[in-house]
């Protein structure tokens, strides 16, 4: 698709209406995708950090199968780690996207190169492309906190999926609060590394996120979330001891030890609870999958 821009005055009535009420109003902002009406829809910015753990990965992964074909719109900024989940994950469950890379939007610049193929993914699912910075413009560290104004600008909820205590994932936090929007957070461990920053956000009166229908109810939205069927027809004995063992993530020898099952029969009932989608191995642990 070509590259566009909409100057200020031309604003209202479309997604970039709610930008009239920040400070420091870009001029124009250019955009790659076709727009749609805003009224149609709840837009909510998922930020997070570059480095995440497997644990916001699931989370957010459950949260967006409960929201999935919901009229929302996932905004993030196109970056690696939890940016790239959130736009991925918004497609494969049928909800619209919005990148804001931190460039330019001509395809030599676009940031980062990695992601490349996702922004074209991301046009084909008539999503769109948005930056305020000419399309010729090579990524600068200074334009990553000038694109996040822009997102809390038009957001009606920012979702702060995981933060590290210093991270720029908090400059994203700080402005939806200076801007007067909802602000959630999906709560994490207090020994994780990952999410200092997040569970502080938490402490100071973020709303905490433990499904979609806390989405929903933040959004006003009275659709009905999507729960996933799962087979739990047939349960074997062993595997239901299995499953008794994982009220927390564990590793396949934790928890052969702690299911006192031989390695023979473990491996079998581990990989019959994977067929019927009732535990998933992600980064080397065990996790139930509802």
Known sequence: ??????????????????????PDLPKK???NGKLFNKN?????????SRRHSSYSKNALEKIFKEISGQPIVIISGLALGIDTLAHEKAMENNLKTIAFPGSGLN?????????????KNILENDGILVSEF??????????????????????????VVEAQEKSGTLITARLALDYNKDLAVIPNSIFSEYSAGSNKLLKEGAIPIFSGKDIL????????????????????????IILK??????????????????????????????????????????????
């Not at 396949?252 to 030890?257: A, D, P, S, T, V």
């Open 134 to 159: 000419e399309n010729s413009a090579k990524t600068m560290p200074y334009f990553f906190p000038q694109r996040n104004r822009l997102m809390a600008g038009i957001a009606d909820l920012v979702l």
């Open 29 to 31: 902002i250019n955009f």
């Open 107 to 119: 395809p030599e610049v676009l940031y980062p190169k990695s992601n490349f193929n996702l922004a």
């Open 217 to 240: 109810e933040i959004l006003n939205l009275t659709g009905e979330v999507k729960q996933e069927k799962l087979n739990f027809d047939d349960l074997s004995e062993n595997q239901k």
């Open 40 to 48: 149609d829809f709840k837009f909510i910015v998922v930020v997070g």
């Open 245 to 290: 063992k994982l009220g927390e993530p564990k590793t396949k020898n934790e928890l052969l030890e702690e299911s006192g099952l031989d390695v023979g029969t473990f491996g079998i009932e581990i990989s019959i609870l994977e067929i019927k989608g009732l535990i998933k191995e992600s980064l080397g642990k065990i996790y139930k999958n509802f």
């Open 1 to 22: 698709m070509e590259i566009q821009e909409i100057k200020k005055e031309e604003f209202k009535n479309t997604i970039f209406e709610p930008l009239l009420e920040i």
